[in-house]
Structure formats: C-alpha cells, structure tokens
C-alpha cells in the first residue's frame, strides 16, 4: 500500500506571519468530495486501525495551542528571572569583584538565592506535573466513523489527540470542532468561531453545492464550507473528513499568539506593584546607608560592602516561593476535592469572588429530571404525548438532553419504534428552542415530530387535537394551553409541547422552513427538584460575602420556584427580552437588584458577567452548557465540570469533577486562606526591612563602628528567610475568610511606615542598653554590641511573624499553625545559640552573658504589647489589618 498522503503545513510561514498564512484546509474547500476523499487516500468508511498508526507516526499526534509545562532547564533558567534574585545576583558580584579573596558574603548571597530558585523551581515543577496529570482526568473526544478489523464501520468515541488526516468526523451542538475539517454534509449548522475572529456570532456552514459557483477569494475565515479546530459548534449537525490536526491546522499556525504569555490579571499585577515598591523602596535606602557610612567611618570600601548587605537584608527574595507555594498548596488541596485548577492565579481570585452567577440546572438541582406527566391539552394523562414525545427523543442525532433522557427512560416502547424509519431531522438550536425528526413508515407519507418550548411551539402550531379530531388553534386555545402550562410552571415543573404534522413525502432535506401549520398534541412535564445541599451551600456562600445570581435560558416560573426553596431572593427577576435593548448604565442598574435571569441567550449571560464587572465585583460563573462558554471566557473565574460540553471545559479556568455547591464554598475559603498568607509575607517583610534600615539609619549616625558587620546582616537575614517558609502552611483567622479580600497596594506602604518603627524602638533600647549598661562603646567593643544587637534583632524579626499574621493577641487568642511555630521557634534558638558556636566566633561575635538575656527577655515582651497596641489603633484607623 502506498504510504498516507502528507499534509501540508498551514503555518509553514515566516515568525509573526502565521496570522496571515491560508490554511491548508482552504485549497479544498470547494473540491468535489470524491475528489478531496481520493486525495487524502480515504472513504466515507472511515480509516482503518493500519492507516490510523502510520499517520499518527508520520504527523505526530493532534494537539496544537495549549499550554504544555516548559522543560525543566527553561524552567530553572525562568525562576532567576525574579527582580529580587537579580538583585541578590549583581550584588553578590559586585562584593565579589571588590573583594576577590573574601567568599563569604557572596556564598552566604549565593546560598539564599539557591534555596530561593530550588525551593521556587521544585514547586513550580511539582505543581506543573500535577496539573497536567489532573488535565489528563480532563478528556475531549470525537464521533469518528472508523473500519474495524473485520472490514465493518462504526461510530466510536476517541480522543481528540488521536485524529489523522482522513478521518471521517460526526459533528452535533455543543462539540468542539477537533481539526480542520471539509464538510460533506451539513444541517442547519452553525459554528462560534470567538475563538479564531473574536465575533460573537455564530456562523452558518454548509457542504459545497455544486450547482453553486465557489468563491475561491473568500477569506480563510469566510469560508463557509471548512471548520477549523477550537471553535465549536452552537447548533447542527455535521459530517466531515479531517484535512489538518495538530501543528498543521490553521489554529496550529497561530500557536505561538495563542499559548504566550496570558494577559496579567488583578493578582499577577498586586504582587508586581509590591515588589517594585520595595525595590524602589531599596533603591532610596540603600544609597543614604552608603553615605552616612562613608562620610562618618571613613572607610569607603567598608562603607559600601555595608550597604550591599543592607541591599540584600531588603530584599525579599522569598516572595516568588511563597506566592508559587502558596497557590500549589491550594490547588493540591482543591484536587482532593475532585477540583482541577487549570489556571493557578484562579486560586486567589476565587477567594476575592464577592458575586458568583450559576446556571440553575445541575448545580441548584439534582440535574436527574424524570418525566412527570404526560398530558393531553385538557391536562388529561395521554399516551399518545407520550409516544410522539419518544419518538423524537429516540430518532434525535444530536445531544441528547437530560429531558430527552428522561423520556426514553420513563416507560419501554421499542415495539413502536419498529414500525418508524428516520428522513430527516431539524436539530435543535437556541434561537428556535425545539427540534424536529421526520418518519416515515412506507406509506408515501412523511410525519414531522417536533418538541420544544411552549411559546416557540406555540408560534408554529396551526391546530390542536382533542380526542381523535384535529381543530384549528384559536387566540382563546392558545391562553387555555399557556393556562396549563402555567400551571405546571408554578408546582416547579418543566413543560415541553409535543406536536406533529403529516404530509407527503417531499423527496428533499428539510429546514426551519418545514416547522409551520403543526398539530398540537400535548404536553411533557418534567421534574428537576433541587438537591438537599443547595440552600446550605447558598446560605455558607452568603455568610462568606458570596452574592449568587442565578442566570438561566430556562422558563422563569420554574427557575423562580426552585430559587425559592434554596433560599435565593427572587423579588426581581428579569427575562432576556428585558435586557436586550439595555443600554450599559441602564443595564448595570437593573443588574445590581436582580438576582434570576431567565430565558438569557449566551451573549446576554455574558452581558451580565460583564456588568457586574464594570460595578468592580470579582464575578465567578458556574456553567456546563453550549450556551455558558461566552459568559464562563467573561468571567474572573470560569467554574465548568467534567460532564461540560468541551467548549465549556474549555473555557474555564476551574473544573469541578462533581456538580457540588459545596465545593464551590471550600475553594472561596481555600483561596482567602492563600491570598492572606501572601499578604503576611508581604507585610511581614516589608515593615520589618524598614524598622531594620530606620534603625541602621540611626546607628550609623553616632555609632563609631559598624552596628553589625556586613556578614552578620547577611547571616540574620537568611535565618530570617527561613523562618518565612512556613507561612504558607499557616492557618487564617475566621474573621478574615468571611468576605471577600483584594490587592490593596496602596496599603503596604501605609503598613510598612507604621509598624516598621514599632521594632526600630526596642533596637534603640538594645543600642542604649549595650551602650551605656554593658559599656560596649568602643571600636574595641564592638564585637560584643554587634552580637546583642544580632540576637536581639533575630528575635524581634521572627516573633513579628507571629505579630503580624493575626489581629488578634497572638498566642492567646491565636496562634499559629504547628510548623509556623515549630520553625520559627526553631531558628530563634539557632540566633541565641550562634554566638556560642564556632561559626560565631568565624562572624566575628562572642559570648553573651546570662544578665544581657534577662534584658533581652524584658525587651521582647515589652516590644510584644507595644506592637499589639500600634495594631488596635492602625485597625481603629483603618478598619483593616491584614
């Protein structure tokens, strides 16, 4: 057998072309479809399992933009990348280049920076490996038709990965096109190519008429006969043959564009602004530090090595570890609640969510809808709504729906569908809200069955039936079957029209066109009731400052029903139709004091989303549907599940394994517990680095020596680092997961000059202490000052954790989280032991005696209740803390 036919390569064009280049696709687009099958050596059997592997072999499997974790070495070589490790980089060099025979202070820099970008890197790889394996949980598939090794097709479910050129693709509402494919049959298909073009609206597609002239001028995108992987289909059907997967797709051309750096969020840019405001804050500093020293001592050289680790004492080099150990901690502990986090800031803006807007089916309910009633249009039970209602579920090509379950579940009529063969079927789409097969049992006669919602259904029916007659259907009849319906609306079920319509055989394809002058015949009612766990998640979201919206394309009267028995206010609800012709001032106001939306079509949902956004809320959306993908791209955080249709999947940036509310509660908590121990580290650091330069601001000023040798302040900040990397396993107070919490930059700054001076007080205090009571006045003394101000400066830096991390009285009313307390308990013992050890003597300190401890101890406790009572008045000022 010759060898598979090659494809050729869409984006086989110069770097930053690739938007420009004519996928290859498009060359066939008008080709006869014997034709176009012969070329690419296939049929509308499908391939078989011989043809599959050698394509798979030759043009590698079909995967193109998506995000794939870097190669370890590219991800080692980005965590040196961070402001702060550069910093640390050029200064160890440059106290390397003036001091070429003393290693020390560059190694100590060096080992900082190691256990920064090590501890940094190991996340960052761990947290990528696991995403990956949680998104592999996450699978896409296609309808293929392929031959099977006794020479028969079928149709199969595979993995999107896993198609070749060739491949015969069956498309329905709610797929995501899986390649570059050529139509070869169509039926009222319409594809959202959002993805491609960024329009909103869908696009009518259609197989090649060959009584029509092709366009061969038609943009790639204006084509109407060709479907490019990543956009997905809104409603149709289809049959296709795979021109191009993979890198060779028109979407693989434009991989580079699509899986570049994402577009920073509000939590990438708060730890952006926190970071340059120390490093400017350090750049201030730093050099008035080099100048009072070199002015005072006289020694520039000595000076200046002062002031590089002064520069490396402000630095913190730490903050990259702690964001990316912050939120791998969260996202490892979402995953043991069945939650794929595909983005990791989601995290944190799934605890800043203060207004979440949620499909109502499914997540509100037991998404289990079984077939209550089937009615006559008296309200009379009546079989034969039933067996036409089967019918059409049955004969249906398309998604089945879970109403469309329901009733092939309700009652066994195989015998009926015996005698009935398919012609045709009108899928159902969101504009038209019904669908349509036609039937034929031979006897030159064609029966259309159509099901659908009550006004739509209503638009087209022509007649009604009681008993065995059919009588033209009145205004008055109308009222009395909206009446019903009604009816059944209020006791919280959901009604679909059943109706038929019998003519001649007309020998061709039917359309929308065909969906006029039906016969009602009656009604289906279903049930959906809510889940037990809905009014206790709603009333835990509330508590925690969460607003839930609900925002449907289902009947109003049924959404009302179930939102009141979970507990949802439905004063004001609103139709799409009442929001169309909104302006946007307009539509904020109505949005702000409505909580139900009903009957909303995908681009008003988004509207919504988008609203709520312009009034500065954090907005989540929780959907599954064809229909959600526009609002779940809009949103801050996209919320889907693992049943979703793709194109949900994949829009969001969080999958629930399991439709639970409950969980939705847990990753709100999760995230306000991340975003707080980020902001600890942060204000911890920040107000310590300035309480640290105020005091070396101070000293260098009457001090005759040094107030710590360079060494020294390079030691007491790394044990000071390591005493951070606990945080992220700290524990928060309640009070502070109650509502919603967001980046305040402006407020570290504020932080930082109020607390900051709190430990300069009791450095002064240790100065005057040593000074004055142990004498330690002297060049010749300055060993001894040096190692009380160490000890004293270690202890006052590490309890400030424990200060910092609640607004409560800290040990009484709250304490920390075990390893917290461990380490930090840890490296305060290491400070007071260094100085009896060999490598103090090595730093250039000596022993302390007994009576300076006694002081010491005095000094902590004293600058324990000081900093509480500067908290009391910052939050009566303020009203905030963390």
Same mark, same amino acid.
């Given at each position: 057998?010759?060898?598979?036919?090659?494809?050729?390569?869409?984006?086989?064009?110069?770097?930053?072309?690739?938007?420009?280049?004519?996928?290859?696709?498009?060359?066939?687009?008008?080709?006869?479809?014997?034709?176009?099958?012969?070329?690419?050596?296939?049929?509308?059997?499908?391939?078989?399992?011989?043809?599959?592997?050698?394509?798979?072999?030759?043009?590698?499997?079909?995967?193109?933009?998506?995000?794939?974790?870097?190669?370890?070495?590219?991800?080692?070589?980005?965590?040196?990348?961070?402001?702060?490790?550069?910093?640390?980089?050029?200064?160890?060099?440059?106290?390397?280049?003036?001091?070429?025979?003393?290693?020390?202070?560059?190694?100590?820099?060096?080992?900082?920076?190691?256990?920064?970008?090590?501890?940094?890197?190991?996340?960052?790889?761990?947290?990528?490996?696991?995403?990956?394996?949680?998104?592999?949980?996450?699978?896409?598939?296609?309808?293929?038709?392929?031959?099977?090794?006794?020479?028969?097709?079928?149709?199969?479910?595979?993995?999107?990965?896993?198609?070749?050129?060739?491949?015969?693709?069956?498309?329905?509402?709610?797929?995501?096109?899986?390649?570059?494919?050529?139509?070869?049959?169509?039926?009222?298909?319409?594809?959202?190519?959002?993805?491609?073009?960024?329009?909103?609206?869908?696009?009518?597609?259609?197989?090649?008429?060959?009584?029509?002239?092709?366009?061969?001028?038609?943009?790639?995108?204006?084509?109407?006969?060709?479907?490019?992987?990543?956009?997905?289909?809104?409603?149709?059907?289809?049959?296709?043959?795979?021109?191009?997967?993979?890198?060779?797709?028109?979407?693989?051309?434009?991989?580079?564009?699509?899986?570049?750096?994402?577009?920073?969020?509000?939590?990438?840019?708060?730890?952006?602004?926190?970071?340059?405001?120390?490093?400017?804050?350090?750049?201030?500093?730093?050099?008035?530090?080099?100048?009072?020293?070199?002015?005072?001592?006289?020694?520039?050289?000595?000076?200046?090595?002062?002031?590089?680790?002064?520069?490396?004492?402000?630095?913190?080099?730490?903050?990259?570890?702690?964001?990316?150990?912050?939120?791998?901690?969260?996202?490892?502990?979402?995953?043991?609640?069945?939650?794929?986090?595909?983005?990791?800031?989601?995290?944190?803006?799934?605890?800043?969510?203060?207004?979440?807007?949620?499909?109502?089916?499914?997540?509100?309910?037991?998404?289990?809808?079984?077939?209550?009633?089937?009615?006559?249009?008296?309200?009379? #039970?009546?079989?034969?709504?039933?067996?036409?209602?089967?019918?059409?579920?049955?004969?249906?090509?398309?998604?089945?729906?879970?109403?469309?379950?329901?009733?092939?579940?309700?009652?066994?009529?195989?015998?009926?569908?015996?005698?009935?063969?398919?012609?045709? #079927?009108?899928?159902?789409?969101?504009?038209?809200?019904?669908?349509?097969?036609?039937?034929?049992?031979?006897?030159?006669?064609?029966?259309?069955?159509?099901?659908?919602?009550?006004?739509?259904?209503?638009?087209?029916?022509?007649?009604?039936?009681?008993?065995?007659?059919?009588?033209?259907?009145?205004?008055?009849?109308?009222?009395?079957?909206?009446?019903?319906?009604?009816?059944?609306?209020?006791?919280?079920?959901?009604?679909?029209?059943?109706?038929?319509?019998?003519?001649?055989?007309?020998?061709?394809?039917?359309?929308?066109?065909?969906?006029?002058?039906?016969?009602?015949?009656?009604?289906?009612?279903?049930?959906?009731?809510?889940?037990?766990?809905?009014?206790?998640?709603?009333?835990?979201?509330?508590?925690?400052?969460?607003?839930?919206?609900?925002?449907?394309?289902?009947?109003?009267?049924?959404?009302?029903?179930?939102?009141?028995?979970?507990?949802?206010?439905?004063?004001?609800?609103?139709?799409?139709?009442?929001?169309?012709?909104?302006?946007?001032?307009?539509?904020?106001?109505?949005?702000?004091?409505?909580?139900?939306?009903?009957?909303?079509?995908?681009?008003?949902?988004?509207?919504?989303?988008?609203?709520?956004?312009?009034?500065?809320?954090?907005?989540?959306?929780?959907?599954?549907?064809?229909?959600?993908?526009?609002?779940?791209?809009?949103?801050?955080?996209?919320?889907?599940?693992?049943?979703?249709?793709?194109?949900?999947?994949?829009?969001?940036?969080?999958?629930?394994?399991?439709?639970?509310?409950?969980?939705?509660?847990?990753?709100?908590?999760?995230?306000?517990?991340?975003?707080?121990?980020?902001?600890?580290?942060?204000?911890?650091?920040?107000?310590?680095?300035?309480?640290?330069?105020?005091?070396?601001?101070?000293?260098?000023?009457?001090?005759?020596?040094?107030?710590?040798?360079?060494?020294?302040?390079?030691?007491?900040?790394?044990?000071?680092?390591?005493?951070?990397?606990?945080?992220?396993?700290?524990?928060?107070?309640?009070?502070?997961?109650?509502?919603?919490?967001?980046?305040?930059?402006?407020?570290?700054?504020?932080?930082?000059?109020?607390?900051?001076?709190?430990?300069?007080?009791?450095?002064?205090?240790?100065?005057?202490?040593?000074?004055?009571?142990?004498?330690?006045?002297?060049?010749?003394?300055?060993?001894?000052?040096?190692?009380?101000?160490?000890?004293?400066?270690?202890?006052?830096?590490?309890?400030?954790?424990?200060?910092?991390?609640?607004?409560?009285?800290?040990?009484?009313?709250?304490?920390?989280?075990?390893?917290?307390?461990?380490?930090?308990?840890?490296?305060?013992?290491?400070?007071?032991?260094?100085?009896?050890?060999?490598?103090?003597?090595?730093?250039?300190?000596? #022993?302390?005696?007994?009576?300076?401890?006694?002081?010491?101890?005095?000094?902590?406790?004293?600058?324990?209740?000081?900093?509480?009572?500067?908290?009391?008045?910052?939050?009566?000022?303020?009203?905030?803390?963390?």
């Amino acid at each position: 057998m010759s060898g598979p036919p090659s494809q050729p390569k869409a984006g086989a064009v110069p770097a930053g072309k690739a938007a420009h280049a004519r996928p290859a696709v498009a060359a066939w687009a008008w080709s006869d479809a014997q034709a176009l099958l012969a070329s690419l050596e296939t049929t509308l059997a499908g391939l078989d399992e011989e043809q599959i592997e050698a394509r798979l072999d030759r043009d590698g499997i079909n995967e193109a933009a998506h995000e794939k974790p870097p190669h370890w070495s590219l991800q080692l070589a980005r965590t040196f990348k961070n402001p702060f490790i550069v910093v640390l980089l050029v200064l160890a060099g440059v106290q390397l280049a003036t001091s070429p025979h003393d290693l020390t202070g560059p190694a100590i820099i060096l080992v900082m920076v190691l256990i920064s970008v090590g501890l940094n890197f190991s996340q960052e790889f761990r947290s990528s490996r696991a995403a990956e394996r949680l998104k592999a949980m996450v699978r896409n598939t296609a309808t293929v038709t392929r031959r099977a090794s006794d020479g028969h097709s079928e149709r199969i479910e595979v993995p999107v990965v896993e198609l070749v050129a060739g491949d015969i693709v069956h498309l329905s509402a709610g797929d995501m096109v899986p390649a570059d494919l050529r139509l070869l049959a169509a039926k009222d298909l319409f594809i959202s190519q959002a993805i491609l073009t960024g329009e909103s609206l869908p696009v009518e597609k259609t197989a090649p008429d060959p009584a029509a002239p092709a366009n061969a001028q038609a943009a790639a995108l204006e084509l109407p006969t060709v479907c490019y992987l990543g956009t997905n289909v809104v409603s149709g059907s289809a049959t296709a043959v795979v021109v191009a997967t993979g890198p060779r797709s028109y979407l693989g051309s434009l991989a580079h564009t699509l899986t570049g750096q994402r577009e920073m969020t509000s939590f990438d840019r708060g730890v952006k602004s926190v970071s340059w405001l120390l490093i400017r804050f350090m750049a201030v500093m730093v050099p008035i530090v080099f100048l009072i020293q070199g002015f005072g001592k006289g020694s520039w050289l000595e000076a200046f090595l002062f002031a590089i680790s002064v520069a490396v004492g402000l630095t913190p080099e730490m903050l990259p570890l702690i964001v990316t150990a912050n939120l791998a901690k969260g996202a490892l502990a979402m995953s043991k609640r069945k939650v794929v986090v595909k983005q990791l800031n989601a995290i944190q803006n799934f605890g800043a969510m203060d207004v979440l807007c949620t499909d109502k089916t499914g997540t509100l309910t037991l998404d289990r809808i079984v077939l209550e009633h089937h009615l006559d249009l008296d309200g009379e #039970e009546s079989d034969d709504a039933l067996e036409f209602g089967y019918l059409n579920s049955h004969f249906q090509t398309g998604l089945k729906n879970l109403m469309d379950k329901a009733v092939l579940a309700h009652r066994d009529l195989e015998a009926s569908l015996a005698k009935w063969k398919v012609v045709d #079927e009108i899928p159902f789409d969101f504009q038209r809200r019904r669908m349509s097969v036609v039937l034929t049992q031979g006897d030159g006669d064609d029966l259309l069955v159509c099901k659908g919602a009550v006004e739509e259904m209503l638009q087209i029916c022509a007649f009604a039936r009681e008993g065995d007659r059919d009588i033209p259907l009145t205004d008055h009849r109308r009222e009395t079957i909206r009446d019903l319906t009604h009816g059944l609306n209020d006791d919280g079920l959901r009604v679909l029209i059943v109706a038929v319509k019998r003519q001649p055989a007309a020998g061709r394809a039917y359309g929308i066109a065909d969906e006029a002058g039906l016969t009602a015949i009656g009604c289906l009612a279903f049930l959906d009731p809510p889940k037990d766990s809905a009014r206790t998640a709603i009333a835990a979201l509330h508590h925690h400052g969460v607003a839930v919206k609900v925002i449907t394309g289902d009947n109003e009267l049924v959404t009302r029903k179930i939102c009141r028995e979970v507990g949802l206010d439905v004063a004001h609800s609103v139709l799409g139709a009442d929001i169309e012709d909104l302006d946007d001032p307009a539509l904020d106001d109505l949005v702000a004091r409505t909580t139900v939306f009903a009957k909303m079509s995908p681009l008003q949902k988004s509207r919504v989303v988008a609203s709520l956004q312009r009034r500065g809320h954090t907005v989540g959306f929780l959907g599954d549907g064809i229909n959600d993908a526009a609002a779940l791209r809009r949103a801050d955080v996209g919320i889907s599940v693992d049943t979703a249709t793709d194109i949900a999947k994949e829009s969001a940036d969080i999958i629930l394994l399991e439709k639970n509310l409950m969980v939705l509660e847990e990753g709100v908590l999760e995230g306000r517990i991340i975003f707080g121990n980020i902001i600890k580290y942060i204000k911890m650091t920040a107000s310590s680095n300035f309480g640290n330069v105020f005091s070396i601001l101070i000293a260098s000023i009457f001090l005759p020596f040094l107030p710590m040798l360079p060494l020294q302040i390079l030691v007491l900040n790394l044990l000071y680092d390591i005493s951070q990397l606990s945080i992220p396993f700290d524990r928060m107070d309640e009070e502070y997961i109650k509502r919603p919490r967001k980046w305040d930059a402006g407020d570290i700054g504020r932080f930082m000059v109020w607390i900051g001076p709190t430990s300069s007080v009791f450095d002064m205090t240790t100065f005057a202490l040593l000074w004055f009571w142990f004498g330690a006045n002297a060049p010749a003394h300055q060993a001894f000052f040096q190692s009380g101000w160490f000890v004293e400066s270690l202890l006052t830096q590490t309890l400030v954790v424990h200060m910092i991390r609640t607004r409560k009285i800290p040990f009484l009313q709250s304490s920390a989280a075990a390893p917290v307390l461990a380490l930090t308990t840890a490296i305060i013992a290491i400070g007071i032991a260094i100085p009896y050890t060999g490598l103090g003597r090595k730093l250039g300190m000596v #022993e302390m005696p007994l009576g300076y401890f006694g002081w010491l101890a005095a000094t902590v406790v004293a600058y324990c209740v000081l900093t509480q009572a500067v908290k009391v008045i910052y939050m009566r000022r303020f009203a905030h803390w963390l």
